[in-house]
């Protein structure tokens, strides 16, 4: 795996907010961050485009890409693929931007198995209450969809202590710098700085005394 660019997965509940944060993060750093557009088989939601929200594919289609080991990971959820086309990711890192995958929990740890140096983050609001309180004041849903998302997020809460990150969705901007500290600090991880290191190495070869 490259090691230019640092392979970020951003999970959070549905209501977390992840959705927001990753969009200014894009605004603010767009220099830096590359987002993955996955492709889904589900239907696509009023406004959203093919090749910017997601790439919609049949069935079929999303099979032959599984067959050809053209996804880096995937995953059924909610009766639907989704999964993240491996080239795109592959072509960012290389050119060394971060590459932002935001995607639910068993892909994201199916990632972390394939690539162990994928920094995973996990986004929440303060608390299960503020969570239900802003599902319920968006206004757009039924009780019941509240509720599955509710429950949903009692089954992805039971993963999350595999992240190596939890991020506390209280204040949006504040939210947005840290995410992006965590980010940035990443590449001082020793695995980001194997030429550094090399060079290093072989600066101080000549000062080593031999006697
Ligand atoms: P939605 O249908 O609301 O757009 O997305 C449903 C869930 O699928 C969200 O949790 C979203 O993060 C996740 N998701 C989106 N793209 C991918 C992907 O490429 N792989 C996986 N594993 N999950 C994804």
């Known amino acids: 795996m490259n090691k230019k660019g640092v392979l970020v997965v951003f999970s959070g509940f549905s209501g977390s907010g992840k959705g927001t944060i990753m969009k200014k993060l894009m605004e603010n750093h767009s220099d830096t961050y590359a987002l993955s557009v996955s492709a889904t088989t589900r239907s696509p939601r009023e406004g959203e ?23 880096l990971e995937y995953a059924q ?57 802003r599902l319920k004041g968006r206004g757009t849903e039924e009780d019941d969809v509240i509720a599955k998302r509710m429950n949903q997020a009692v089954n992805e809460a039971k993963v999350i ?7 506390i969705n209280d204040d949006i901007n504040e939210c947005v710098s840290h995410v992006h ?17 090399e060079a290093l190495k072989n600066g101080l070869n000549k000062y080593q005394r031999r006697d």
Do not use: C, W
């Not at 932002?100 to 608390?127: C, M, N, R, W």
């Not at 980010?183 to 020793?190: F, G, P």
């Open 161 to 167: 202590d595999r992240y190596d990150y939890l991020v």
């Open 49 to 71: 485009r093919e090749g910017i929200e997601y790439f919609f594919k049949t069935v079929p289609e999303f099979e032959e890409l599984i067959k050809n080991d053209e996804m």
């Open 181 to 197: 500290e965590i980010i940035k600090n990443t590449h001082d991880r020793t695995v980001f700085k194997a030429d550094t290191i």
């Open 77 to 133: 959820y909610a009766g639907n693929y989704y999964g993240t086309p491996k080239a795109y990711v592959e072509q960012k890192l290389n050119e060394g931007f971060d590459v932002i995958l935001e995607i639910e929990t068993q892909g994201a740890l199916k990632v972390k198995e394939k690539y162990p140096d994928t920094l995973l983050l996990f986004v929440t609001p303060p608390s299960a209450d503020i969570l239900y309180d």
